[in-house]
């Protein structure tokens, strides 16, 4: 009997940022070979990026970046995995699965290794239910359903627009807590599925995440980050709470848990507090702004959403630093970049 062929195998794109050879690929081989590789290289163009013989990818540099979107590359952060959006932004399929190249093959309690992949698909094709919450997790998961009182007429859910994947090993925490904590490790396999309730933000990590193109690609944008800017380590967190609030907005679902990664290496911790410490600082006020940020009903589309979005960034956030101006402006240009990438009549940008 034949082998069944992989899940969405033509309408998904795997997107790696990096500054190094890709060795990491040959423990994903047997789920990422069949799929499509959009590799964005960081750093130094002149870099020859090597990759494992046998995969079907395309490789981006800041030279391949400059070239197809001209004065708008300005948007697309420089020395900073935040580069990673532009593979979303010239992707041509349905779904992104985007992995950090520090990311290994877990492994379940019973010790048989994760596909995160399929567990990704299995998220984003099932519904999300942020309007109520389950307290047996996703509904929709074999073994589980709606509880009793759960509301009949919330039970077909809504559509999924991003899964947000967690790690085993080294956890994602910011600088302090590194400082605080440096030899904790997350060794908890919990197997749950949640939906994020609506109103409700998260901290969205970039580094085991897979989304919905389609549904809600234009508010992936990773925000300045890196060379230039005054902050980093701060690029999946902005991009995650602009998608939430378009979600909310739009009457999507984001969902978090499953699937785990082997996150295998902690990144120095005073290196993170350079890069984070603004942000520290103002979060405590991003936080609250999105928290009450709300939408009009002119805003139909996700590019209607982060253009308006985006104005609301510079008037009330631009009082806190001058950067959330440029943050904003830069937020307009990569709707402008993705809109003239992403036109009907547009043929596909090329790698050299």
């Known amino acids: 009997m034949a082998a069944a062929a992989p899940p969405l195998k033509d309408e998904l794109d795997i997107v790696i940022p990096t500054i190094r050879n890709l060795d990491f690929l040959e423990m994903w081989r047997p789920f990422f070979q069949p799929y499509h590789l959009i590799i964005v290289q960081d750093g130094d163009p002149a870099k020859t990026i090597k990759v494992p013989d046998g995969f079907d990818y395309e490789l981006y540099n800041r030279n391949d970046i400059n070239r197809i979107l001209g004065p708008k590359a300005s948007c697309i ?13 010239v992707s041509k399929k349905k779904y992104i699965f985007t992995i950090d190249d520090d990311c290994f093959v877990a492994k379940d309690p019973s010790g048989k290794q994760i596909n995160a992949l399929e567990q990704h698909i299995k998220n984003l ?7 109520f919450f389950n307290t047996l997790y996703d509904p929709f998961r074999d073994g589980s359903d709606f509880v009793r009182g759960y509301p009949f007429s919330l039970r077909e859910g809504v559509p999924t627009a991003v899964s947000h994947g967690l790690w085993l090993n080294i956890p994602d925490y910011d600088a302090p807590t590194q400082l605080v904590k440096p030899l904790e490790r997350n060794t908890k396999f919990v197997d749950a599925v949640l939906t994020i309730p609506k109103g409700t933000l998260f901290p969205m990590c970039g580094m085991n995440l897979a989304f919905d193109r389609d549904l809600i690609g234009p508010a992936m944008y990773f925000g300045l980050m890196g060379d230039g800017q ?7 967190m902005w991009a995650g709470w602009c998608t939430k609030v378009i979600c ?13 990664i082997w996150h295998s290496k902690a ?7 350079k890069k984070e410490y603004n942000g520290i600082f103002w979060q405590e006020e991003i936080i ?3 928290q009450a940020a709300t939408l009009s009903k002119d805003s139909t589309t996700v590019q209607k959403c982060y253009i308006e979005l985006a104005k609301q960034v510079k008037e ?8 959330f101006v440029k943050l904003a402006d830069a937020m ?3 709707i402008q970049a993705w809109d003239e990438l992403n036109s009907p009549a547009k043929a596909p940008a090329k790698a050299k």
């Open 267 to 273: 990144s120095n911790p005073f290196v993170n507090l």
């Open 125 to 131: 094709l099932c519904p999300s239910t942020p309007l």
């Open 288 to 290: 609250p702004f999105f």
């Open 316 to 323: 009330k956030l631009g009082k806190v630093d001058p950067y």
């Open 230 to 236: 005054p902050i980093g380590r701060y690029d999946d």
């Open 332 to 334: 307009e240009t990569w």
């Open 77 to 89: 952060s420089f020395k900073d995995s935040a580069c990673r959006c532009f593979g979303y932004m």
């Open 248 to 260: 909310d907005h739009l009457g999507l679902g984001v969902k978090t848990g499953l699937p785990y």
